[in-house]
Nanobody, 121 residues
Framework: QVQLVESGGGLVQAGGSLRLSCAAS????????MGWYRQAPGKQRELVAE???????NYADSVKGRFTISRDNAKNTVYLQMNSLEPEDTAVYYC???????????????WGQGTQVTVSS
């Protein structure tokens, strides 16, 4: 069974920084793309940033230049460094991993439980 465990959310003032972490554990053969999504109250879940196993990255326009996604393949962990945070960044942040649990299995998308990020003005 695969689990994604997130950490690092919290309350921060506008202009501050937070670093989110997400570790995948359990039955894992290979991890491909990983990423972060967020969902604010009353809004749909949206992509924040994603990173391939070869560390190619893609960001939402709203976070470019402020957020940095990275990963440690040896630890099956993805990070999101968030700088210059704005009240509009307030949301529940979810990590995502596309992986194969065992040799010969199909790739599936797994999700973390979510971590709250609140930015006060």
């Amino acid at each position: 069974q695969v689990q994604l465990v997130e950490s690092g959310g919290g309350l921060v003032q506008a202009g501050g920084s937070l670093r989110l972490s997400c570790a995948a554990s359990g039955s894992i053969f290979i991890v491909n793309d990983m990423g972060w999504y967020r969902q604010a109250p009353g809004k749909q879940r949206e992509l924040v940033a994603e990173i391939t196993s070869g560390s190619m990255t893609n960001y939402a326009d709203s976070v470019k230049g402020r957020f940095t996604i990275s990963r440690d393949n040896a630890k099956n962990t993805v990070y999101l460094q968030m700088n210059s945070l704005e009240p509009e960044d307030t949301a529940v942040y979810y990590c995502q991993a596309d992986l194969r649990p065992y040799l010969g299995s199909s790739q599936r998308r797994y999700w973390g439980q979510g971590t709250q990020v609140t930015v006060s003005s």
